[in-house]
């Protein structure tokens, strides 16, 4: 019974660290860049875009198709750094428990 009690008492303390990290994640920020600088996206811990930035010389008619590509990859190359933080913040807090291989938190 008093094992019960006990793990009962982790669970809490460790649902407490897990909505502390979720709050963290959320306020977090990564700039991910494409063109060698020419774009640049920022994007929150929810994956939500708050910054874009384009070098004006990309500002070309017949180069639209370029700057579209380079977007999509600046927004990518952040959306990785923000889920590369995420793995390392939940990797540091689930340090020690005795968790299946693969198993992904918070559920």
Request: proline share 5%; net charge negative; no cysteine.
């Amino acid at each position: 019974m008093k094992d019960l009690l006990g793990l009962m008492g982790k669970a809490k303390e460790m649902q407490a660290k897990f909505q502390s990290m979720q709050e963290e994640i959320a306020t977090l920020e990564a700039t991910g860049q494409a063109g060698g600088g020419l774009v640049n996206v920022t994007l929150t811990g929810k994956f939500e875009m708050k910054v874009l930035k384009i070098d004006p010389s990309l500002f070309k008619e017949d180069e639209v198709e370029i700057l579209e590509d380079l977007i999509l990859a600046a927004h990518n190359d952040a959306k990785v750094k923000v889920e590369q933080i995420m793995q390392e913040k939940t990797k540091a807090l689930t340090a020690g428990l005795p968790l299946p291989p693969g198993m992904k938190l918070p559920f």
